[in-house]
C-alpha cells in the first residue's frame, strides 16, 4: 500500500503565495507521473499540473506562469509553488501518484492524498 500525505494549504489573500508538498511513502519501487489535481465547490476535479519520473511536466492554462511543479525523485515528493494566487484558484488540491510497487513486476497503481484546502480570499 501507498500513502501519499500533502501539507501546506491554507488561506491567503489573492497575490499571494503558497507551496504545497506531498510525500509518498509505503511500498514503492518507483513513481511514474505524479500531479496536483484540485477540485473546487460544485466543479469536477481538474489535472492542475503534472511531471514524469524525467522531469516533464504539463500545466493547465489557467494556472500557466504562475504554478509550478517539482518534485524528488529520491525523496518521493512533489511540490507545488503557487504564486499570483486568485479567487478562483480557491479549491482542494489533491496529490496523484501512479506508482510501481515491486521491481519484478510491471504493474502500476494509481494512488491519492486525501486533500489540502486552499482558501484565498481577502
Known amino acids: 500500500q501507498v500513502q501519499l500525505v500533502e501539507s501546506g494549504g491554507g488561506l491567503v489573500q489573492p497575490g499571494g503565495s503558497l507551496r504545497l508538498s506531498c510525500a509518498a511513502s509505503?511500498?514503492?519501487?518507483?513513481?511514474?507521473?505524479m500531479a496536483w489535481y484540485r477540485q473546487a465547490p460544485g466543479k469536477e476535479r481538474e489535472l492542475v499540473a503534472g511531471?514524469?519520473?524525467?522531469?516533464?511536466?504539463n500545466t493547465a492554462d489557467s494556472v500557466k506562469g504562475r504554478f509550478t511543479i517539482s518534485r524528488d525523485n529520491a525523496k518521493n515528493t512533489v511540490d507545488l509553488e503557487m504564486n499570483s494566487l486568485k479567487p478562483e484558484d480557491t479549491a482542494v488540491y489533491y496529490c496523484?501518484?501512479?506508482?510501481?510497487?515491486?521491481?519484478?513486476?510491471?504493474?502500476?497503481?494509481?494512488?491519492w492524498g486525501q486533500g489540502t484546502q486552499v482558501t484565498v480570499s481577502s
Open positions: 496523484y501518484a501512479v506508482v510501481r510497487p515491486h521491481r519484478e513486476q510491471s504493474y502500476e497503481f494509481q494512488f
Open positions: 509505503g511500498t514503492i519501487f518507483s513513481i511514474n507521473t
Open positions: 511531471i514524469t519520473s524525467h522531469g516533464s511536466t
